[in-house]
């Protein structure tokens, strides 16, 4: 977007040109960025000052937003959180060459809470035109693609399993492994696709990557379909995602303008295509088997398992399926190398994670470190503590179904096998918080309503299952026979656990049982009114 230029009483800038970045990510929308594009827009033509405006992806500071930033000779400053009122005042502050106010922030990378984070994964995200192929070349993109196409397939699945990268859709499985599975199957048609039906409460990193960084995505992909002989590629895209959607759609035009999509990738005479289609809002195409049934333009419902997806996938075919995070890492690791990457992080929890501070948290966002660092240091060095100025009492890793953690395991280590070790799972990388005021029977009671919402009804344990358990523990909130309710409730939680078919009901009991292993205070103590 260009204001043309005029001149003005403070003198003739007619001839200067200023880059200004502000946000078009769903949640810096949300809080005004829009209007404040609108309105720096309308200053400039007022001002007679030629001016850029890029919307860009958030920085994941959502405490900040929406957050200004302007490109100076010394780097870029940023501003925020800024209003609708305070862009007259910015523009009077000169803020176009990084001038003095009160909402000046410094140099965006020095902003402490982004200046102590690792990352790799998000490191063009709020930094590049999400819909300029050239912007994402400056910022080293397709390096990691250019360096695949000179590696053979072998090799190319080599690194990333000697990356160590696993899973970061939730179930933590080595990507190498799949990849290597769908590139050992006999030549002929192959998958490649991404579950973008980010659905899991306090999850966002999906959403934010797809919308400030969409090439990235494309980019891993492309690898991907090269490395296993995969030429089609697709996104499952969740339709509650329309910015996303847009950015997606722009960026694949984009790519195959420029040659990074279409017959003759890069040059190479190798062919991958790539398209976005949509979820119709089942949180039960988060699991890759029924994802796949959705994508065939079936019921989405889980499948029964062996054959695997990177045996008999999509359409029958052999498929590689990885999440939005897992694939938009790939570029980085065989640009930098895989020693690089497995680096980062600790134990089998190798390379960074974008984690997602929200709920009860005065600065929530997103949050990408290596593996090692604890929950409290996220809480409070980051998070800066609950919202409300109250005690942080639990939180909730994982997603819906993940366990609801105590504070006296906020100490515990984020990586797979350390939260694992204390019952609890880190899933999506979602961390939602709570103060002192929450009553733990009535979020367990939330978590299985989930799960009765959201079961596809294929296996009795999770159709019936949930619902009863709704009702087990309404009882124990009205206060009726409390002691013996609770005994039910955790029976049915274990023969969730052994028989459903799938991890929506096999984990929907995760969150009740570790409210009652560590909060069975809210259950015991209820007294019938």
């Not at 994964?121 to 400056?138: C, E, I, K, L, N």
């Not at 006999?186 to 899991?200: F, H, L």
């Not at 090439?215 to 492309?222: F, K, N, V």
């Not at 009553?439 to 949930?466: H, L, V």
Request: aromatic share 8%.
């Amino acid at each position: 977007m260009r204001c043309s230029p005029k001149p003005t009483a403070r003198g003739d800038f007619s001839r200067m040109s200023f880059t200004v970045y502000v946000p078009r990510d769903a949640g810096a929308l949300s809080l005004g960025a829009g209007e404040v594009a609108h309105a720096i827009a309308r200053e400039a033509t007022t001002r007679g000052l030629e001016l850029q405006l890029i919307r860009n992806g958030s920085r994941g500071a959502y405490w900040l937003e929406p957050l200004v930033e302007v490109a100076t000779a010394r780097g870029r400053m940023a501003y925020g959180p800024v209003a609708v009122g305070d862009v007259p005042t910015l523009f009077d502050a000169d803020f176009l060459s990084g001038g003095g106010h009160r909402l000046s922030l410094g140099f965006t990378d020095q902003i402490p809470w982004l200046a102590s984070q690792q990352r790799l994964t998000f490191g063009r995200v709020g930094v590049v035109d999400p819909a300029s192929v050239a912007d994402y070349v400056v910022h080293g993109g397709y390096q990691g693609l250019r360096r695949a196409l000179a590696m053979s397939p072998e090799a190319v699945v080599q690194t990333i399993l000697d990356s160590g990268l696993r899973g970061r859709g939730g179930a933590a499985f080595p990507t190498g492994i799949k990849w290597k599975t769908v590139l050992e199957q006999p030549a002929g048609q192959k998958y490649v696709t991404c579950n973008a039906d980010e659905g899991d409460s306090g999850t966002f990193s999906d959403r934010m990557l797809m919308e400030g960084d969409p090439l990235s995505l494309i980019e891993g992909m492309t690898i991907a379909g090269l490395a296993v002989g995969a030429t089609q590629g697709y996104i499952y895209l969740r339709a509650e995602y329309p910015h996303a959607r847009r950015a997606l759609n722009e960026a694949i035009a984009a790519a195959y303008q420029a040659r990074y999509l279409g017959a003759d990738v890069m040059g190479s005479g190798k062919r991958f295509d790539l398209e976005v289609r949509l979820g119709a809002g089942a949180y039960i195409c988060g699991e890759e088997t029924s994802m796949l049934e959705s994508l065939e333009g079936k019921r989405g419902e889980v499948r029964v398992r062996p054959p695997l997806p990177a045996i008999k996938g999509l359409f029958g075919r052999p498929t590689i399926v990885n999440n939005v995070i897992t694939l938009a890492t790939v570029p980085a690791i065989l640009h930098r190398g895989a020693e690089q990457y497995a680096g980062y992080g600790m134990g089998r929890s190798r390379g960074t994670l974008p984690i997602q501070l929200a709920g009860n948290i005065k600065r929530g966002g997103l949050v990408e470190r290596a593996f090692g660092l604890t929950l409290r240091e996220l809480l409070y060095d980051y998070g800066g503590g609950s919202a409300s100025g109250r005690t942080l009492r639990a939180v909730q890793v994982g997603g819906p179904l993940g366990a609801y953690i105590p504070a006296s395991q906020f100490e515990t280590v984020v990586d797979y096998e350390a939260l694992g070790g204390i019952g609890a799972l880190l899933g999506h990388g979602g961390i939602v918080a709570f103060d002192d005021t929450v009553d733990m029977a009535r979020m367990a009671r939330y978590a299985m309503e989930f799960c009765a919402i959201e079961s596809c009804g294929k296996c009795t344990p999770c159709r019936i299952g949930s619902t009863r358990g709704m009702e087990v523990i309404d009882r124990i909130i009205e206060g009726q026979e409390t002691q013996s309710n609770v005994r039910k409730l955790e029976e049915l939680c274990e023969l969730m656990v052994q028989g459903s078919l799938c991890g929506l009901g096999g984990m929907a009991p995760f969150p009740v049982q570790s409210a009652l292993r560590h909060f069975r205070g809210d259950f015991t103590a209820r007294v019938r009114h």
